[in-house]
């Protein structure tokens, strides 16, 4: 069975943080099957050092990728000088949502699986496709 693992950023655990995803509190991990199904892995605390209004640091953009190491895919809400940087030069597999909930962002990657997934093991393979993906309601 095929498995996405995915992380975003949120305070509350029921909605993505509407900010830059590093600003978010906490990382929820989840893996989407290519079945439908999904399972919630845990929530982590965001420990990376705070920076008062600058995006795009290294740094911040290093500490962040650190606690969530095992996702294949991260999902934002906002594209970030960072999301950029992440497509362009990691294993991570950069999306971009228009939807708040988090369920509904599960629903929406479940019924992607494919597509998603496809970009995910070119990553695995060594290519860095430029395709970011934004998901809309």
Do not use: C, W
Request: overall charge neutral; cysteine-free.
């Amino acid at each position: 069975m095929r498995k996405l693992r995915i992380a975003l950023g949120s305070n509350d655990g029921e909605n993505i943080f509407p900010g830059h995803m590093g600003m978010a509190e906490y990382f929820f991990i989840y893996d989407l099957f290519d079945d439908g199904k999904s399972n919630f892995v845990g929530n982590r605390k965001n420990t990376s050092p705070e920076v008062q209004g600058k995006h795009g640091l290294t740094e911040k953009m290093e500490a962040v990728m650190e606690i969530f190491r095992d996702a294949d895919v991260i999902i934002g809400r906002k594209m970030s000088p960072n999301f950029v940087k992440i497509g362009a030069n990691t294993e991570f597999q950069p999306i971009v949502v228009k939807l708040d909930r988090i369920s509904d962002i599960i629903e929406k990657v479940t019924k992607l699986f494919d597509r998603i997934f496809s970009l995910v093991e070119q990553r695995k393979s060594g290519d860095r496709p430029k395709e970011i993906p934004e998901l809309k309601y």
